[in-house]
């Protein structure tokens, strides 16, 4: 009895070897053709870095503000009685914006320029009476004193009637009305915006660092995000006498020609100072960038035999570079590059270093330093 089940025992651990040994012969060819399992190579768009020559420029971004604008205003208490104006519309100056209720000042007006003529005969007849010595000196007093006050009243009636009349203080652009017929205004209460377009200030703030490169005159563009491809040229007519003490930045300003009236007061523009000479610089796409906390990288496309099959092949190295400027498609690579080196173009997200990969430009994009998208 004892004897079988030894001869068991020893079968169940026969198979168990068996099985074992199976098992690890297995995995042991698993594991030797995971070592020489090659991924197949990714197709990549590809740029050869090459020198360029940029303009010398200094960038910046800022804010448009209005040669002139203001936000016509109530001087005096009333009410209003007419609008003469239509929101959105171009006024010359002077020309009639509102009229608010004057029909007190209108009714006391005749009674006080009666007043006047009464005073001029009275003053003019005590002149001729004083040379003949008929009337005393202190009645001409009197009556020339009658007459500057009579014109006075006048003068005072009339100043009121015109700040009830309000008119355009100088030629812009109405905005939209903030008052209606029949409603009482108060001291100060806004009516309607007016800003001149044409011409427009950009200001903007570059460091002190750039003061000495720096005059009035300057030429400046001027892009927006609402006209992609489109630039809006002027230059620099003020820089400010001081520098911000908490930013150690310099404001400067910028007259922009805008005919069109395109750009208007408080858009976010971006600005290009053109400086004398240009820069020869490393440019790369901005796409070939991959982008990270700990550093930007781009992948190097490199010609590579393989160990076991000897064949050449083009594999990828990942390469860290510290960027400088970015114009239009392109981005300045300041180090880690060296002209005529192949970088990967488009989709860099998906990659990793020592990827073989296979080249394919059919469909790579066109990149240019001044984009114009056809749609955006």
Do not use: C
Request: glycine share 10%; net charge neutral; aromatic share 6%.
């Amino acid at each position: 009895m004892k004897k079988r089940i030894v001869l068991a025992l020893l079968g169940v651990l026969i198979v168990a070897g068996l099985l074992a040994g199976i098992k690890a012969l297995q995995i042991g060819k698993m594991i030797d053709q995971g070592k020489k399992f090659v991924p197949p190579a990714e197709t990549v768009t590809t740029y050869q870095v090459q020198p360029q020559q940029w303009d010398a420029q200094l960038n910046a971004v800022g804010s448009l503000t209005a040669v002139q604008g203001v936000t016509v205003a109530a001087e005096t208490p009333g009410k209003i009685v007419a609008i003469a104006f239509q929101p959105g519309i171009n006024v010359s100056a002077g020309d009639l914006l509102l009229r608010q209720d004057t029909s007190i000042e209108e009714a006391r007006l005749p009674g006080a320029e009666a007043n006047v003529v009464l005073a001029k005969v009275t003053l003019d007849r005590d002149r001729a009476l004083l040379a003949e010595q008929a009337v005393a000196q202190s009645e001409y007093d009197t009556a020339l004193a009658d007459y500057s006050q009579a014109v006075a009243e006048v003068e005072q009636l009339k100043a009121a009637i015109a700040k009830k009349t309000i008119r355009a203080p100088f030629s812009g652009r109405l905005g939209i009305r903030l008052v209606n017929l029949g409603q009482i205004l108060k001291e100060g209460e806004a009516i309607v915006s007016l800003q001149t377009l044409d011409p427009i200030f950009a200001d903007f703030a570059l460091p002190q660092q750039s003061l000495a490169k720096l005059q009035a005159g300057d030429p400046v563009r001027v892009t927006i995000d609402a006209f992609p491809g489109e630039f809006f040229a002027g230059k620099i007519t003020a820089i400010n006498a001081e520098v911000d003490v908490a930013t150690r930045n310099i404001r400067l300003q910028a007259t922009i020609a805008n005919p069109k009236e395109q750009l208007r007061p408080g858009m976010f523009v971006r600005v290009a100072v053109g400086l004398p000479g240009r820069n020869e610089v490393l440019a790369l796409p901005a796409t070939a960038v991959l982008y990270a906390p700990y550093g930007d990288s781009v992948f190097v496309v490199e010609e590579h035999k393989g160990e076991q099959s000897g064949q050449a092949g083009m594999v990828l190295r990942q390469q860290f570079v510290r960027l400088g400027e970015k114009r239009g498609d392109f981005v300045a690579a300041v180090s880690g590059l060296k002209g005529g080196e192949t970088v990967v173009s488009t989709g860099v997200f998906k990659l990793r270093n020592g990827q073989g990969v296979v080249v394919d430009n059919k469909l790579s994009p066109a990149f240019s330093l001044e984009p114009k998208p056809g749609n955006n």
